[in-house]
């Protein structure tokens, strides 16, 4: 199982009784309430902790894409995986992900993809997402053609990053004259793409086709939801296109704290799980998932597996539910070992740094991983090849 080191980038100082006022932290929470002194202040010590995760053997770090909200402070995900391309040397780079279908130019997003993956000697991977609700709210796209856009805007950026140009790409949404990107990337025929994913079944038919076999990934899931979504990825790769899909082709992110204990681990991180999951990803339904933005069989399956998800959870209930790790490193590397067995996850993405978390909370819990829980767990399914589309 490869371990990767994944951020949010939260403005961790978010005042918790916002929520008297303004329904959500995203979109319609003020900006007024950002300080840019804080503000610099997080970004270079979340930076700080991602380039840690070199340090201590992560097979690679991520960074992401959301707009106008206090859970995550990254609407270019491009501007810190920059930064790390010249301050590491050897993890993968992951952008998980870019949300190239409400851009109007993905073109600009092939380039920079490309420079980080020239620049970093082919570390980078390329995260395509079509965005959660609430981007569509802060970028005025319609959710009702976020997938004819999305897949659009794939096709345009694997053609600019695969075929030579110059050549003219005729959509439904995107016209180019020229299509000619300079540079192109440093891995051949592309960097490999991976698809965050809430659980659309258009989704998991699209990522795992022949002729893509991306890496499917699931977040902040009960694990039974976890199991259920990749069986179902594995299902469409044997029943409906004839493979027998990888572990390397299904991964899984979650929250992550490794204390001294169990009951240690618990005292720590309890205010900051629950106010991570009880006020930053705090969001109205249909904030979440807007009108059109999922079509009615994945909105009955996503509702299924993963309904209740918006009311105020414990930290003892999100343990439990399997949403969140939390407990010493004996605890962590067992229940690791027993998600791999189960799901056949090939890659981990842990979120060490979880809402208000301090840097010497975050810095801690990634070193007793690192020391402690990752020599075992990267040794899970290791006979498998890493999925290299």
């Known amino acids: 199982m490869q371990c990767f080191l994944f951020h949010l980038m939260p403005y961790a100082c978010l005042d918790l009784d916002y929520d008297k006022q303004?329904?959500?932290?995203?979109?319609?929470?003020?900006?007024?309430?950002?300080?840019?002194?804080?503000?610099?202040?997080?970004?270079?010590?979340?930076?700080?902790?991602?380039?840690?995760?070199?340090?201590?053997?992560?097979?690679?770090v991520c960074v992401n894409e959301h707009h106008q909200n206090a859970y995550g402070l990254m609407p270019s995900p491009i501007?810190?995986?920059?930064?790390?391309?010249?301050?590491?040397?050897?993890?993968?780079?992951?952008?998980?992900?870019?949300?190239?279908?409400?851009?109007?130019?993905?073109?600009?997003?092939?380039?920079?993809?490309?420079?980080?993956?020239?620049?970093?000697?082919?570390?980078?991977?390329?995260?395509?997402?079509?965005?959660?609700?609430?981007?569509?709210?802060?970028?005025?796209a319609n959710p009702a053609v976020s997938h004819e856009r999305f897949h659009e805007a794939h096709d345009l950026?694997?053609?600019?990053?695969?075929?030579?140009?110059?050549f003219a790409f005729e959509g439904k949404h995107f016209h180019f004259e020229y299509v000619n990107v300079w540079p192109r990337p440093f891995q051949k025929p592309h960097p490999p793409i991976w698809c965050p994913s809430q659980g659309s079944l258009e989704t998991i038919e699209w990522a795992a086709h022949p002729d893509h076999k991306y890496t499917y990934l699931q977040t902040y899931s009960p694990f039974e939801a976890v199991k259920k979504f990749l069986q179902m990825y594995r299902d469409v790769a044997r029943d409906k296109y004839g493979y027998e899909a990888q572990d390397s082709q299904v991964g899984w992110a979650a929250p992550i704290y490794v204390g001294e204990t169990d009951e240690k681990a618990r005292e720590e991180a309890r205010p900051h799980v629950?106010?991570?999951?009880?006020?930053?990803?705090?969001?109205?339904?249909?904030?979440?998932?807007?009108?059109?933005?999922?079509?009615?069989?994945?909105?009955k399956n996503v509702m299924k597996h993963k309904g209740g998800m918006s009311k105020s959870r414990t930290l003892e209930e999100l343990i439990d539910s399997g949403i969140v790790i939390c407990g010493s490193p004996d605890t962590v590397r067992k229940r690791l070992e027993y998600c791999q067995r189960e799901a056949g996850v090939g890659s981990f993405?842990?979120?060490?740094?979880?809402?208000?978390?301090?840097?010497?909370?975050?810095?801690?819990?990634?070193?007793?991983?690192?020391?402690?829980?990752?020599?075992?767990?990267?040794?899970?399914?290791a006979g498998e090849k890493v999925a290299a589309e």
């Open 349 to 381: 993405l842990g979120m060490f740094q979880i809402a208000s978390m301090s840097h010497d909370m975050t810095v801690a819990s990634m070193k007793r991983f690192a020391e402690h829980v990752m020599p075992a767990v990267k040794q899970l399914g």
């Open 22 to 60: 303004y329904k959500s932290s995203w979109v319609v929470y003020p900006n007024s309430n950002f300080d840019p002194k804080m503000g610099h202040y997080l970004y270079n010590t979340y930076l700080d902790e991602l380039e840690m995760g070199e340090e201590l053997g992560f097979d690679g």
């Open 79 to 140: 501007v810190p995986a920059s930064a790390l391309a010249r301050r590491t040397s050897r993890v993968k780079i992951a952008v998980l992900g870019n949300a190239f279908g409400i851009r109007e130019h993905p073109l600009t997003l092939a380039e920079e993809h490309a420079m980080i993956d020239c620049i970093t000697g082919g570390r980078l991977i390329s995260g395509m997402v079509r965005g959660i609700g609430a981007e569509y709210y802060s970028m005025g």
């Open 157 to 166: 950026v694997i053609q600019a990053w695969t075929r030579e140009g110059p």
């Open 274 to 299: 629950e106010a991570f999951f009880n006020k930053f990803l705090r969001m109205t339904p249909e904030m979440l998932l807007p009108p059109g933005y999922l079509s009615l069989r994945s909105y």
